[in-house]
Protein backbone atom coordinates (compact mmCIF):
# COMPACT_ATOMS: atom_id res chain seq x y z
CA UNK A 1 0.00 0.00 0.00
CA UNK A 2 1.03 3.51 -0.71
CA UNK A 3 1.90 4.99 2.62
CA UNK A 4 1.12 9.15 2.93
CA UNK A 5 3.29 11.21 5.69
CA UNK A 6 2.28 14.61 6.30
CA UNK A 7 4.39 17.23 8.13
CA UNK A 8 4.47 18.73 10.48
CA UNK A 9 1.65 17.07 12.71
CA UNK A 10 0.68 20.39 14.18
CA UNK A 11 1.28 23.88 13.54
CA UNK A 12 0.19 27.42 15.23
CA UNK A 13 -0.67 30.21 13.02
CA UNK A 14 -1.46 33.68 13.66
CA UNK A 15 -4.62 35.24 12.20
CA UNK A 16 -3.88 36.37 8.42
CA UNK A 17 -0.32 34.54 8.08
CA UNK A 18 -0.41 31.88 6.13
CA UNK A 19 -0.05 28.02 6.99
CA UNK A 20 1.15 25.63 4.95
CA UNK A 21 0.97 21.34 5.23
CA UNK A 22 3.23 19.15 3.32
CA UNK A 23 2.50 15.16 1.90
CA UNK A 24 4.32 12.45 0.85
CA UNK A 25 3.65 9.50 -0.76
CA UNK A 26 5.67 6.52 -1.13
CA UNK A 27 5.24 6.39 -4.76
CA UNK A 28 4.14 8.63 -7.21
CA UNK A 29 0.19 9.34 -7.69
CA UNK A 30 0.31 10.78 -11.02
CA UNK A 31 -1.48 8.88 -13.39
CA UNK A 32 0.27 8.63 -16.20
CA UNK A 33 -3.26 8.05 -18.38
CA UNK A 34 -4.82 11.33 -18.19
CA UNK A 35 -1.61 13.53 -16.67
CA UNK A 36 -3.57 14.06 -12.93
CA UNK A 37 -2.60 13.41 -9.40
CA UNK A 38 -4.86 11.37 -7.55
CA UNK A 39 -4.82 13.08 -4.19
CA UNK A 40 -7.35 14.87 -2.14
CA UNK A 41 -7.12 16.98 0.64
CA UNK A 42 -9.56 17.34 3.56
CA UNK A 43 -10.34 19.19 6.24
CA UNK A 44 -12.12 17.97 9.35
CA UNK A 45 -13.19 20.09 12.50
CA UNK A 46 -13.97 18.79 15.76
CA UNK A 47 -17.21 16.34 15.77
CA UNK A 48 -18.00 16.59 12.40
CA UNK A 49 -17.15 14.62 9.37
CA UNK A 50 -14.51 15.28 6.66
CA UNK A 51 -15.00 17.93 4.33
CA UNK A 52 -13.46 17.99 0.57
CA UNK A 53 -11.25 20.98 -0.15
CA UNK A 54 -8.87 19.92 -2.96
CA UNK A 55 -9.09 17.05 -5.50
CA UNK A 56 -6.60 16.01 -8.39
CA UNK A 57 -4.04 17.84 -6.06
CA UNK A 58 -4.95 21.13 -6.83
CA UNK A 59 -8.66 21.45 -8.21
CA UNK A 60 -10.68 23.22 -5.49
CA UNK A 61 -13.94 22.02 -4.89
CA UNK A 62 -16.67 24.01 -5.58
CA UNK A 63 -17.90 26.45 -2.99
CA UNK A 64 -14.35 26.40 -0.79
CA UNK A 65 -12.41 29.54 0.31
CA UNK A 66 -9.55 30.76 -2.82
CA UNK A 67 -7.31 30.84 0.63
CA UNK A 68 -7.01 27.28 -0.35
CA UNK A 69 -4.51 25.98 -2.63
CA UNK A 70 -2.96 22.23 -3.38
CA UNK A 71 0.00 22.26 -5.51
CA UNK A 72 2.65 19.65 -5.99
CA UNK A 73 3.03 16.56 -8.28
CA UNK A 74 4.61 12.81 -8.06
CA UNK A 75 5.28 11.90 -4.28
CA UNK A 76 5.74 16.00 -3.09
CA UNK A 77 2.34 17.78 -2.50
CA UNK A 78 1.23 21.05 -0.30
CA UNK A 79 -1.66 22.45 0.88
CA UNK A 80 -2.03 26.24 1.47
CA UNK A 81 -3.91 29.04 3.72
CA UNK A 82 -3.01 32.21 2.51
CA UNK A 83 -4.71 33.88 5.40
CA UNK A 84 -5.36 31.51 8.39
CA UNK A 85 -9.23 32.73 9.44
CA UNK A 86 -10.51 31.34 13.10
CA UNK A 87 -12.79 28.75 10.93
CA UNK A 88 -9.83 26.96 9.66
CA UNK A 89 -8.69 25.63 12.81
CA UNK A 90 -9.30 22.08 11.93
CA UNK A 91 -7.11 18.56 11.22
CA UNK A 92 -6.44 18.31 7.82
CA UNK A 93 -5.52 15.16 5.77
CA UNK A 94 -4.28 14.57 2.66
CA UNK A 95 -5.13 11.26 0.55
CA UNK A 96 -3.81 8.91 -2.14
CA UNK A 97 -6.76 7.95 -4.62
CA UNK A 98 -3.92 6.43 -6.96
CA UNK A 99 -3.75 2.47 -5.98
CA UNK A 100 -6.62 0.72 -5.32
CA UNK A 101 -6.49 0.73 -1.78
CA UNK A 102 -6.97 4.63 -0.64
CA UNK A 103 -5.03 5.76 1.95
CA UNK A 104 -4.94 8.89 4.18
CA UNK A 105 -1.92 10.82 6.11
CA UNK A 106 -2.16 10.44 9.65
CA UNK A 107 -3.11 14.29 9.73
CA UNK A 108 -2.10 17.61 10.72
CA UNK A 109 -3.58 19.98 13.45
CA UNK A 110 -3.96 23.60 12.67
CA UNK A 111 -4.49 25.83 15.74
CA UNK A 112 -4.38 29.96 15.89
CA UNK A 113 -1.34 31.29 17.51
CA UNK B 1 -31.98 16.86 0.60
CA UNK B 2 -29.19 15.65 -0.33
CA UNK B 3 -27.39 13.64 2.16
CA UNK B 4 -26.20 10.33 3.79
CA UNK B 5 -27.57 8.63 6.85
CA UNK B 6 -25.53 5.86 8.84
CA UNK B 7 -27.48 3.47 11.39
CA UNK B 8 -26.62 0.13 12.58
CA UNK B 9 -23.51 0.82 14.57
CA UNK B 10 -23.43 -0.56 18.68
CA UNK B 11 -21.82 -2.09 21.36
CA UNK B 12 -20.73 -5.49 20.42
CA UNK B 13 -18.63 -8.40 21.65
CA UNK B 14 -15.01 -9.30 20.44
CA UNK B 15 -15.67 -11.94 18.25
CA UNK B 16 -19.23 -10.77 17.75
CA UNK B 17 -20.73 -9.43 14.05
CA UNK B 18 -22.25 -6.13 13.34
CA UNK B 19 -24.29 -5.16 9.99
CA UNK B 20 -24.09 -1.22 9.32
CA UNK B 21 -26.07 1.05 6.77
CA UNK B 22 -25.89 3.73 4.72
CA UNK B 23 -29.05 5.49 3.39
CA UNK B 24 -28.31 7.78 0.45
CA UNK B 25 -30.91 10.71 -0.71
CA UNK B 26 -30.77 13.40 -2.97
CA UNK B 27 -28.56 12.13 -5.98
CA UNK B 28 -28.48 9.39 -8.47
CA UNK B 29 -26.89 6.77 -5.84
CA UNK B 30 -26.12 4.20 -9.02
CA UNK B 31 -23.89 6.77 -10.84
CA UNK B 32 -21.36 6.95 -7.85
CA UNK B 33 -18.48 4.18 -6.50
CA UNK B 34 -18.65 4.15 -2.39
CA UNK B 35 -16.70 3.55 0.31
CA UNK B 36 -16.90 3.27 4.02
CA UNK B 37 -14.04 5.01 5.87
CA UNK B 38 -13.46 4.79 9.92
CA UNK B 39 -11.85 6.46 12.90
CA UNK B 40 -10.83 5.13 16.17
CA UNK B 41 -11.37 7.74 18.98
CA UNK B 42 -8.73 10.49 18.88
CA UNK B 43 -7.48 9.12 15.48
CA UNK B 44 -6.94 9.98 12.03
CA UNK B 45 -9.02 8.10 9.07
CA UNK B 46 -9.05 5.04 7.76
CA UNK B 47 -10.25 3.92 4.48
CA UNK B 48 -12.20 0.39 4.62
CA UNK B 49 -13.72 -0.67 1.73
CA UNK B 50 -15.26 0.63 -1.35
CA UNK B 51 -17.58 -0.54 -4.03
CA UNK B 52 -18.24 -0.42 -7.57
CA UNK B 53 -21.72 1.61 -8.84
CA UNK B 54 -22.98 -1.97 -9.74
CA UNK B 55 -21.96 -3.99 -7.05
CA UNK B 56 -19.55 -5.21 -9.41
CA UNK B 57 -16.10 -4.80 -7.94
CA UNK B 58 -14.83 -4.36 -4.24
CA UNK B 59 -11.47 -3.71 -3.02
CA UNK B 60 -10.62 -3.98 0.94
CA UNK B 61 -7.72 -2.52 3.04
CA UNK B 62 -5.83 -5.92 4.57
CA UNK B 63 -7.06 -5.57 7.99
CA UNK B 64 -10.52 -6.46 7.34
CA UNK B 65 -10.34 -8.24 4.19
CA UNK B 66 -12.50 -11.86 5.06
CA UNK B 67 -13.81 -10.20 8.33
CA UNK B 68 -15.69 -7.52 6.29
CA UNK B 69 -18.12 -7.37 3.18
CA UNK B 70 -19.20 -4.16 1.33
CA UNK B 71 -22.58 -4.36 -0.38
CA UNK B 72 -25.11 -2.14 -2.24
CA UNK B 73 -28.57 -2.51 -2.93
CA UNK B 74 -29.30 0.17 -5.70
CA UNK B 75 -32.71 -0.08 -5.59
CA UNK B 76 -33.17 1.14 -2.14
CA UNK B 77 -30.54 3.39 -2.18
CA UNK B 78 -28.19 1.80 0.52
CA UNK B 79 -24.87 0.83 1.28
CA UNK B 80 -23.72 -1.79 3.83
CA UNK B 81 -20.77 -3.21 6.01
CA UNK B 82 -21.34 -6.33 7.26
CA UNK B 83 -18.11 -6.90 10.11
CA UNK B 84 -17.68 -10.26 11.52
CA UNK B 85 -15.19 -11.45 13.60
CA UNK B 86 -14.55 -8.47 15.45
CA UNK B 87 -11.89 -6.79 17.18
CA UNK B 88 -11.04 -4.23 19.96
CA UNK B 89 -9.14 -2.25 17.00
CA UNK B 90 -12.11 -2.13 14.92
CA UNK B 91 -13.71 0.21 17.49
CA UNK B 92 -14.32 3.00 15.49
CA UNK B 93 -17.04 6.13 14.05
CA UNK B 94 -17.69 4.49 10.45
CA UNK B 95 -18.37 6.72 7.56
CA UNK B 96 -20.21 6.49 4.54
CA UNK B 97 -18.97 8.57 1.55
CA UNK B 98 -19.49 8.94 -1.89
CA UNK B 99 -17.25 9.22 -4.35
CA UNK B 100 -17.14 13.10 -6.30
CA UNK B 101 -17.83 12.08 -10.08
CA UNK B 102 -18.82 13.90 -13.30
CA UNK B 103 -20.28 13.17 -16.81
CA UNK B 104 -19.51 9.09 -16.07
CA UNK B 105 -15.44 10.05 -14.79
CA UNK B 106 -14.20 9.41 -11.04
CA UNK B 107 -12.88 12.07 -9.44
CA UNK B 108 -10.91 10.11 -6.85
CA UNK B 109 -12.32 12.15 -3.94
CA UNK B 110 -15.08 12.09 -1.13
CA UNK B 111 -17.04 14.78 -1.73
CA UNK B 112 -19.80 14.17 0.59
CA UNK B 113 -19.61 12.12 3.86
CA UNK B 114 -22.42 11.20 6.56
CA UNK B 115 -22.18 12.04 10.19
CA UNK B 116 -20.43 8.20 11.10
CA UNK B 117 -22.21 5.51 12.87
CA UNK B 118 -20.26 4.30 16.18
CA UNK B 119 -19.32 0.46 16.64
CA UNK B 120 -17.74 -0.15 19.93
CA UNK B 121 -15.87 -3.71 20.58
CA UNK B 122 -15.66 -4.43 24.29
CA UNK B 123 -16.60 -7.67 26.50
Known amino acids: DIVMTQSPDSLAVSLGERATINCKST????????????LAWYQQKAGQPPKLLIYWASYRESGVPDRFSGSGSGTDFTLTISSLQAEDVAVYYCQQNYDARWTFGQGTKVEIK | EVQLVESGGGLVQPGGSLRISCAASGFIFNRHWMSWVRQAPGKGLEWVANIREDGGEKNYMDFVKGRFTISRDNAKNSLYLQLNSLRAEDTAVYYC????????????????WGQGTVVTVSS
Open chain 2, 97 to 112: AREKESSGRRLMAFDM
Open chain 1, 27 to 38: QSVLYSSDNKNY
